[in-house]
């Protein structure tokens, strides 16, 4: 998709600091983090959300992907992993992303 952010991103056209990568996947730091870690993990390809009809070797891409962000983030302790779908939902880039959150104590609050 020519206009993209995350397209771009997975392109290599707009700089990211990339936490992991595969020829499937790209994980990053979200510019604007909500936690200490705020990682987005992202499919190459463009899907618009959950819901586009994702593949299942990318969602299985994917996963791997919240396990390397993991490791290599050190959340052994634990963490969440957050998709909005939807303008309601507050998605306001609209190529399919996992936000992984973490490194401090996330509380009960909003599941
Ligand atoms: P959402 O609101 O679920 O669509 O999440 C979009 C996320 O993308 C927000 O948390 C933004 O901070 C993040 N974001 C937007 N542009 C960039 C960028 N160039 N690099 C990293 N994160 C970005
Ligand atoms: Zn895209």
């Keep these: 998709m020519p206009d993209c952010i995350f397209c771009k991103i997975a392109n290599h056209e707009i700089p ?4 992991y990568e595969d020829d499937k996947v790209i ?3 979200d510019l ?3 936690a200490p870690v705020h990682t987005l993990v992202v499919p190459k390809a ?13 969602l299985e ?3 791997h992907a919240v396990g390397e962000v993991a490791r290599a983030k050190g959340l052994e302790a634990g963490f969440r992993v957050i998709t909005n ?3 309601a939902a507050g998605q306001t880039v609209m190529h399919l992303h996992w936000h992984v ?3 401090r104590d996330l509380g009960e609050g909003l599941v």
Excluded: K, R, W
């Design 85 to 87: 779908t939807g303008a």
């Design 16 to 19: 990211s600091t990339i936490v």
């Design 32 to 34: 604007n983090p909500q």
């Design 101 to 103: 959150l973490g490194g």
């Design 46 to 58: 463009h899907y618009e959300n959950i819901i586009d009809g994702v593949p299942g070797d990318v």
């Design 27 to 29: 994980a990053f730091d």
């Design 61 to 63: 891409a994917m996963a």
